[in-house]
C-alpha cells in the first residue's frame, strides 16, 4: 500500500513555479503509483467558491487529477486557509465528487494502520484568534456569500491583498524551530498518540516526529516550494521524496 502527500503549495497564477510543481507531483511515478493521493490544502494560495475561472485557468491540473481518480486512486483533498468552500466548484467540473473532499480531519484505516489525515491547523491550539477567524470563514453564511453572492473579482482583489499582507507580516517573525515545536506539542494534545500516522501542513516547517510514548509518527511536507518533496509513505515506511 502506497501513500502520497502533499500540502501549501501555494499555486498563485497558472503555470507558475508551484503550479509546475504541483503537476510535477501529480506526474510524478511514485504518485502514479500510488493508492492514495492526498491534498493536505492550501494547494492554491487563493480559491474560494464555485467560480468558472478557477476550472478554466487550472484545467490541466484538475485534468491530472481526473486521471489519477480514472486509475481508481482514492484522491483527498482538505480544504485549508487559502482553498476553502469548493464543493461546487468540483461539482462543476466532475457533475458529481470523484474525491473526498473535507475541511475536518479524516481518520482512515489502511492496510492495518490508522492514519489521521488534515490540513493540519487544529494542530496550533493556542492560535485563539486564528481559530475564531477561521470559525467565521467556515460557517454557513460565509459560505452562502462564497457560492452566491461574492464576485470574482472582488474576491480575487481582497485575497490578493490579505495575501500579500500576511507574507510581509509572517517574513519578519517566522521562527522555523518555534513552530515546529508549537506544531509537535499540539499534535500530541490533538491526537493523543491514538493513530499510527499523523499526516497535515499548514505550519510551513516540514518534520517527521514520533511521538512520544506511543507508536505514532506525525509528518510535515513542510512549504513545497520551499522543501521541494511530498510524503511518500510506502508498506507504512515513510520518506521525504524530491520533486524537480
Given at each position: 500500500?502506497?501513500?502520497?502527500?502533499?500540502?501549501?503549495?501555494?499555486?498563485?497564477?497558472?503555470?507558475?513555479?508551484?503550479?509546475?510543481?504541483?503537476?510535477?507531483?501529480?506526474?510524478?511515478?511514485?504518485?502514479?503509483?500510488?493508492?492514495?493521493?492526498v491534498?493536505?490544502?492550501?494547494?492554491?494560495?487563493?480559491?474560494?467558491?464555485?467560480?468558472?475561472e478557477?476550472?478554466?485557468?487550472?484545467?490541466?491540473?484538475?485534468?491530472?487529477?481526473?486521471?489519477?481518480?480514472?486509475?481508481?486512486k482514492?484522491?483527498?483533498?482538505?480544504?485549508?486557509?487559502?482553498?476553502?468552500?469548493?464543493?461546487k466548484?468540483f461539482?462543476?467540473?466532475?457533475?458529481?465528487?470523484?474525491?473526498?473532499?473535507?475541511?475536518?480531519?479524516?481518520?482512515?484505516?489502511?492496510?492495518?494502520?490508522?492514519?489521521?489525515?488534515?490540513?493540519?491547523?487544529?494542530?496550533?491550539?493556542?492560535?485563539?484568534?486564528?481559530?475564531?477567524?477561521?470559525?467565521?470563514?467556515?460557517?454557513?453564511?460565509?459560505?452562502?456569500?462564497?457560492?452566491?453572492?461574492?464576485?470574482?473579482?472582488?474576491?480575487?482583489?481582497?485575497g490578493?491583498?490579505?495575501?500579500?499582507?500576511s507574507?510581509?507580516?509572517?517574513?519578519?517573525?517566522?521562527?522555523?524551530?518555534?513552530?515546529?515545536?508549537?506544531f509537535?506539542?499540539?499534535?500530541?494534545?490533538?491526537?493523543?498518540?491514538?493513530y499510527?500516522?499523523?499526516?497535515?501542513?499548514?505550519?510551513?516547517?516540514?518534520?517527521?516526529?514520533?511521538?512520544?510514548?506511543s507508536?505514532?509518527?506525525?509528518v510535515?511536507?513542510?512549504?513545497?516550494?520551499q522543501s521541494?518533496?511530498?510524503?511518500?509513505?510506502?508498506?507504512?515506511?515513510?520518506?521525504?521524496?524530491p520533486?524537480?
Amino acid at each position: 500500500m502506497k501513500i502520497s502527500a502533499i500540502s501549501d503549495v501555494h499555486v498563485k497564477s497558472p503555470h507558475d513555479e508551484a503550479d509546475k510543481l504541483l503537476m510535477s507531483f501529480l506526474t510524478h511515478p511514485e504518485v502514479q503509483s500510488s493508492d492514495y493521493i492526498v491534498l493536505l490544502g492550501d494547494i492554491f494560495d487563493l480559491m474560494c467558491g464555485p467560480h468558472e475561472e478557477y476550472a478554466h485557468s487550472y484545467s490541466h491540473i484538475f485534468k491530472a487529477i481526473t486521471q489519477l481518480r480514472e486509475k481508481n486512486k482514492k484522491v483527498f483533498y482538505f480544504e485549508g486557509n487559502h482553498d476553502l468552500h469548493l464543493e461546487k466548484l468540483f461539482e462543476k467540473i466532475w457533475g458529481s465528487q470523484i474525491m473526498t473532499i473535507s475541511q475536518e480531519p479524516v481518520r482512515e484505516a489502511i492496510d492495518g494502520k490508522n492514519y489521521y489525515f488534515s490540513h493540519g491547523d487544529e494542530h496550533e491550539v493556542n492560535n485563539i484568534s486564528y481559530h475564531r477567524y477561521m470559525k467565521i470563514v467556515r460557517s454557513a453564511p460565509l459560505k452562502y456569500v462564497a457560492n452566491h453572492l461574492m464576485p470574482y473579482g472582488v474576491l480575487k482583489f481582497i485575497g490578493e491583498r490579505a495575501s500579500k499582507m500576511s507574507r510581509k507580516k509572517g517574513s519578519r517573525s517566522f521562527n522555523a524551530d518555534q513552530v515546529r515545536e508549537t506544531f509537535r506539542q499540539g499534535v500530541k494534545e490533538t491526537t493523543e498518540g491514538k493513530y499510527d500516522f499523523v499526516l497535515g501542513g499548514h505550519s510551513h516547517v516540514q518534520d517527521q516526529y514520533s511521538i512520544p510514548g506511543s507508536e505514532s509518527i506525525y509528518v510535515n511536507n513542510g512549504y513545497a516550494l520551499q522543501s521541494r518533496t511530498f510524503i511518500l509513505i510506502d508498506n507504512h515506511i515513510v520518506r521525504f521524496e524530491p520533486l524537480p
